[in-house]
């Protein structure tokens, strides 16, 4: 029986006391300290110990919430958060520089530069599936760009959520980050203050409750959601890794995983082939099964589980291994279903769990239509030795992220943005992009007053002449008017002398231009 998150009791944050939660945070980001570069790295230090220091509580409480193996707290949570840390840390002096705008004649007297600034108090709603790297991972970027932020970690996941709220008291001033624990009636008096920047994880119902609070505000808000993430299986890639990948990627975490694999478009032919592998490697990771295993977790909820046993109780797809579920123990076992119709329960929503459906088609064609057909993913996975194959479909699709040959390791890869696209999310995150993220690009100038002696002819009364300078001045110059035929390859219509053409091999049919 494993320790589920009902056995650990989350104590809420009043909600008469959020108030003066927010006031400190707002005194805290007015008091200037984090308008310090050494200050924010010190803070991103004490961040960093934070995690290193509590890793076995971490673990335990991972393993209290989701059952999470040791290995996959350590490898996707705590390590890579710690590494996050470390690289803003490195980062934030070039992050912050002023940058000069790039050089044109016209405007270099005024000195053109672009002050990174932080937003001010941000808000950072974050859900139970990863609860550190969606929570501790935005609260990098946001410190190294100079705010304070007030953390509202999933209430779901209380044992990791309680612990982060103990020891952030203990690592980090109180001027620069709060930690509200609670749930509906918590964020709910939280989206009534305007913030600098809201950033939500979590479901897309969710999130357009926390647009709707953002609008009256008008606080900036980014949405990291999830969706139904396809992987396009080629016969000719390499099956073994590809099993063995997208296995892993359903299993990990019990496949509560946003860009996890959810299900799988393999031709016709290779459908048994496919499956086969996946088999072969189900029982070379869980020699002994996955029942009772340390190296697989649990649902986090009877809630989650109840949603996804009954996706399983009506697909009318056949069951090739798995199957098996105990609600006590919130267990499901990692599970393959092949034959899936695209009208399938298991094809009906995020799936969430350890359940791989497996849709055969006719060809690549096929599968794009499908993608396309629905909403845009937040990752959309390709398998495939064959360079055109990848490129078809990544030139035919739209989805957060387009990834060749792996899973899941676009979320740790330095240099790449993390986001969706649509209804999978908007905005980008991800060591430098969180610090863009929380950044307010403030435009700056120091115009000389020498520059009225060959520019005042911006100043009434205004002539002819002077506008005909100031257009000089601005140095606007088109490229050529482009031709018809350029335009009529792409089937665009063509302005000419007030006249739109939509056919151009004929002057009958012009319209008149608005
Ligand atoms: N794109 C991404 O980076 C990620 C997306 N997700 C997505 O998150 C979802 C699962 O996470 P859950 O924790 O179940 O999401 P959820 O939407 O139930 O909860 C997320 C957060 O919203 C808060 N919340 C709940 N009701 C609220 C309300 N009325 N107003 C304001 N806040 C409220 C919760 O307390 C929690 O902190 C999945 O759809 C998954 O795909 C999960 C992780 C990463
Ligand atoms: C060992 C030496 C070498 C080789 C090093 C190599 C090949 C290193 C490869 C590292 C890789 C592939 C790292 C991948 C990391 C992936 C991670 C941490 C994935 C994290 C995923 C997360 C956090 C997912 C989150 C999901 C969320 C939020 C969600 O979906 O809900 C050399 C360099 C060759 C020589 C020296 C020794």
């Not at 944050?13 to 790295?41: M, N, P, Q, W």
């Not at 919430?65 to 996959?72: Q, V």
């Not at 390709?382 to 055109?388: P, R």
């Not at 690009?441 to 060959?454: F, G």
Request: aromatic share 10%.
């Amino acid at each position: 029986m494993p320790s589920s998150s009902a056995t650990v009791k989350l104590e809420y944050t009043l909600v008469d006391e959020i108030d003066k939660i927010y006031a400190s945070l707002c005194h805290g980001f007015r008091s200037g300290k984090l308008k310090s570069i050494a200050y924010r790295k010190l803070q991103l230090l004490q961040l960093a110990y934070l995690l290193q220091d509590n890793i076995q509580r971490f673990k335990d409480a991972f393993a209290a919430d989701l059952g999470r193996p040791s290995l996959e707290t350590a490898f996707l949570e705590l390590d890579s958060t710690i590494s996050d840390c470390k690289i803003a840390y490195d980062g934030v002096e070039k992050w912050a520089k002023t940058e000069k705008a790039p050089f044109r004649i016209n405007f270099t007297a005024f000195n053109p530069v672009i002050r990174k600034e932080p937003k001010g108090v941000v808000l950072i709603i974050s859900p139970f599936n990863y609860p550190v790297w969606t929570a501790i991972g935005p609260m990098i970027g946001a410190i190294a760009a100079g705010n304070s932020v007030l953390l509202k970690p999933s209430e779901l996941s209380s044992a990791v959520s309680g612990l982060i709220a103990e020891l952030v008291p203990k690592y980090m001033d109180p001027d620069v980050v709060r930690v509200v624990l609670g749930a509906v009636p918590q964020a709910t008096k939280l989206l009534q203050y305007p913030w600098g920047h809201i950033l939500y994880t979590g479901s897309a119902r969710v999130a357009k409750i926390v647009c709707a609070a953002a609008a009256l505000t008008l606080s900036p808000v980014s949405v990291e959601l999830g969706g139904k993430s396809p992987v396009v299986i080629d016969s000719k890639c390499d099956l073994m890794t590809a099993a063995r990948r997208i296995l892993w990627g359903k299993c990990v975490n019990a496949g509560q995983t946003c860009i996890a694999p959810d299900y799988i478009l393999v031709p016709k032919e290779f459908e048994d082939t496919f499956v086969q592998a996946l088999k072969d490697v189900h029982d070379e990771f869980y020699p002994n099964g996955t029942k009772g295993s340390s190296d697989f977790g649990h649902i986090v909820n009877a809630g989650h589980f109840a949603r996804i046993k009954n996706l399983l109780d009506n697909t009318q797809g056949e069951i090739v291994f798995g199957g098996e579920t105990n609600e006590a123990q919130l267990y499901i076992a990692p599970t393959v279903v092949k034959s899936v119709q695209k009208g399938d329960s298991l094809m009906s929503e995020e799936l969430f769990g350890p359940v791989l459906p497996i849709v055969p088609v006719d060809n690549v064609d096929e599968a794009i239509e499908y993608i396309n057909a629905n909403d845009h993913p937040l990752a959309l996975y390709v398998f495939s030795q064959d360079a055109a194959f990848k490129a078809k479909v990544f030139d035919n699709t739209q989805s957060g992220s387009a990834i060749a040959n792996d899973v899941l390791v676009q979320c740790a890869t330095d240099g790449l943005p993390f986001g969706g696209i649509g209804p999978s999310g908007s905005g980008y995150y991800g060591r430098k992009y969180t610090f863009d993220l929380f950044t307010h690009l403030r435009a700056s100038l120091d115009s000389p007053s020498w520059l009225d002696r060959i520019f005042k002819s911006r100043y009434p009364p205004y002539t002819t002449k002077k506008e005909e300078f100031l257009r000089t001045a601005l140095g606007v110059r088109l490229p050529a008017r482009p031709s018809p035929a350029s335009l009529s390859r792409y089937g665009a219509a063509s302005v000419t002398n007030g006249y739109a053409s939509h056919d151009v091999s004929t002057s009958r049919s012009r319209t008149t231009a608005l």
